[in-house]
DNA sequence: ATTAACCAGTTGCAAAATACAAGCAGTTGA
DNA sequence: TCAACTGCTTGTATTTTGCAACTGGTTAAT
């Protein structure tokens, strides 16, 4: 089970979980896109990953501690997939992501808005977030006194898409 | 040359550019080792880089943007990598990766220092640390007023590599 | 002047990862 | 009863990666 490994240090052994073009896609799509189940992943995924790949990440996400695996009571052939508190603390690092990707790299206005809210927020918007992850995830019990971050970041895409479909109809 | 992106999605983007097994690492070595020449990135890199991927992920980041090539004028066959603002300003996403490597993967000590500072220092370390960059990278004028963010990484990580021979010398 | 070490890569080949399309046994809801 | 849906698997073609040896040229010491 422990692979050998490149080296000791902490930004190599972070690139040997997560140095791949699917595993942060994945993640991406559970955490923010709220998709818990495969054909979720395969068919509303914007970048259209295979299905034996995506089967290949779940496992190692599962092995490697970033996703957990049960089945759906509600359904004997579903499978719902959550995150652990090791991906939930991937906020950070996909804030950044995003935030530099913004910056640097050709992103659409839509998919762009969620990562402009999470840097303007910054770490305590990112700290909000994950303790609401930590519910859906976790616990499974939502507070409902707090705004939700979630909705925050959804409904601001809905908006820009919105607003770009009206725009684009006329 | 502009090749089909699978979404415009920001952490989409930023993974098409960077997420592979090896370009992070070269930008981790010119960037906290200081390695500006081929054969110091191929030789002194602790993973063991191949010679041929090593000269396909410089060509790929130069072509994207992430790093300048020029000629060394002290040595006609010399080339010098140099790190352009767009790499240095990934400062702040290796610095979450190197946390989170800390955080929940087998680091070696010796290694995992520099990214301890960087987290404890937090946003304005990282400032700091990006001027330093600018300056050997884009300008190449050091200010001595300040005391350097580059030399107190490389100080910890040589202390406590002294520190780790000497107790297995005894 | 010779020569050994060094320079940034390149070449050829095997192995592994990825991508695409089709298919599977079982489950569910109409 | 049956069409649609469930999480995958299989087979095959293509691309990427890894390894080792090698290249034409430069430099520094003898």
Redesign the interface.
């Known amino acids: 089970m422990d692979e050998a490994?490149?080296?000791?240090?902490?930004?190599?052994?972070?690139?040997?979980?997560l140095?791949?073009?699917w595993s942060?896609?994945v993640i991406?799509d559970i955490m923010f896109g709220n998709r818990r189940h495969f054909r979720e992943l395969l068919q509303k995924s914007?970048?259209?990953i295979a299905s034996n790949i995506l089967a290949d990440r779940l496992k190692r996400l599962v092995e490697k501690?970033l996703l957990y695996r049960e089945d759906d009571p509600s359904h004997k052939q579903k499978t719902i997939y959550s995150l652990t508190e090791?991906a939930i603390?991937?906020v950070?690092?996909?804030a950044?992501?995003?935030?530099?990707?913004?910056?640097?790299?050709?992103?659409?206005e839509e998919?762009?808005i969620r990562?402009e809210l999470l840097e303007k927020g910054g770490r305590p918007l990112w700290e909000d977030f994950m303790e609401e992850l930590r519910v859906l995830h976790l616990h499974g019990e939502p507070d409902p006194s707090k705004p939700s971050v979630f909705e925050r970041l959804t409904a601001a895409y809905q908006e820009v898409l919105a607003r770009k479909q009206a725009a684009a109809a006329e």
Chains 1, 2 share one sequence.
């Open positions: 490994h490149r080296s000791g240090c902490p930004i190599n052994l972070t690139l040997e979980v140095g791949d073009r942060l896609i991406r914007d970048e259209g501690g090791m603390q991937l950070p690092l996909l950044e992501m995003g935030a530099w990707g913004r910056r640097f790299l050709p992103v659409s998919l762009a990562a």
